[in-house]
């Protein structure tokens, strides 16, 4: 899909990544086949990696697509977890239904139908993992309202910021995608980099992905607690014994 890293590179990454499952796969050699807007294995196990390392229990993720993100970010949630993901087209949710059961996240997967802008005024956070893959025009309209819904500490993680390379200038001298979708994906890379509650860094993986961690006390205070007592333990340390003085 997107050509930011070498095929050569990309190839390379998936020979590494052993991470995939056989449900997994199957829906990749689907998703080609109909060339369906799917991320790729080294962005879900990227996806799975960071959810898991801030042990992520609840996941909203926009734009379901046939599940498999979602199956990817699942896999990061514990038993009592719950990925909430809300996808457009009922047709696509459908078969995302099927596949979070094929892959054994049935309980753990809620498929919402519908208009992520309506929508995302229904579901309540906070979540500790927000994934952004839907409506690229939406990516701006809905950013603030998705950081409201994150915990401090969260992840804001976004698909396509690079837009397959051609909303650099000069980078492509073809393009094949949506100009509009472009120049609103070029404007959320500027918010999401300037915003003062998030810290943000790219990914030039695939067609880009930008990971944006949430400020505030709840990713502030465990650090500081743990810096004041590793201070105290070393004051209090007696490092020069008798036998060295
Ligand atoms: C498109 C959308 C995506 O989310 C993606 O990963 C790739 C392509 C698109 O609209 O072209
Ligand atoms: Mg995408």
Redesign the pocket.
Known sequence: ??RIVPDSIERYLAGLNHLADPVLEDMARTGAAEDL???DAEVGALLRVLATSIGAKRILEI?T?IGYSGIWLAGALPSNGMLVTIEMDEERARRARQNFARAGFADRANVIVGDAKLMIAKVSGPFDVIFQ??A?SLYTPLLDRLVALLRPGGLLIT??VLW?GELVPGFKKKRT??AA?GRAIAEYNERINAHPALMTATVPL??GVAIAVKRGSGELKPMLDTLARATHALREADFNDDASR
């Open positions: 899909m997107g807007p799917l991320i734009g697509a893959d839907g690229k698909d396509n397959n995608r949506d979708d695939r067609d």
